[in-house]
């Protein structure tokens, strides 16, 4: 069976201080690992698209990593406005032209 777990589950740090979100799947077919943003009241926001293991994607203080079973999102000097929900979901096909998102039932709040 698929999983996607996510930790922690949630995270309080002082402004400036550098901190990793860790994502673990299980996966019988692999075709990505995204991570996204999601800011109180608004949809989720897509920060990453990863797709070989060592992919290593940075936006301005993020940056993700995938390694062969999971994922890190690192946030380096955070700031207030860095305060919001990070998602990470594993993307799998099963046969062509159809695609499935696992989602992580506990997703990772930075507070």
Do not use: M
């Amino acid at each position: 069976e698929d999983q996607v777990e996510q930790s922690p589950q949630s995270l309080r740090t002082q402004e400036g201080d550098s901190l990793s979100l860790n994502c673990s799947y299980t996966a019988s077919s692999f075709r990505g690992l995204r991570w996204y943003r999601q800011d109180p009241g608004k949809g989720p926001e897509l920060l990453f698209l990863l797709h070989s293991v060592g992919d290593e994607k940075q936006k301005e203080r993020l940056r993700a990593t995938l390694l062969k079973k999971g994922s890190s999102l690192h946030i380096e000097a955070p700031k207030p406005e860095d305060s919001a929900t990070y998602l990470c979901a594993v993307q799998t096909q099963y046969s062509p032209g159809t695609c499935r998102l696992h989602p992580n039932p506990e997703a990772g709040a930075l507070e």
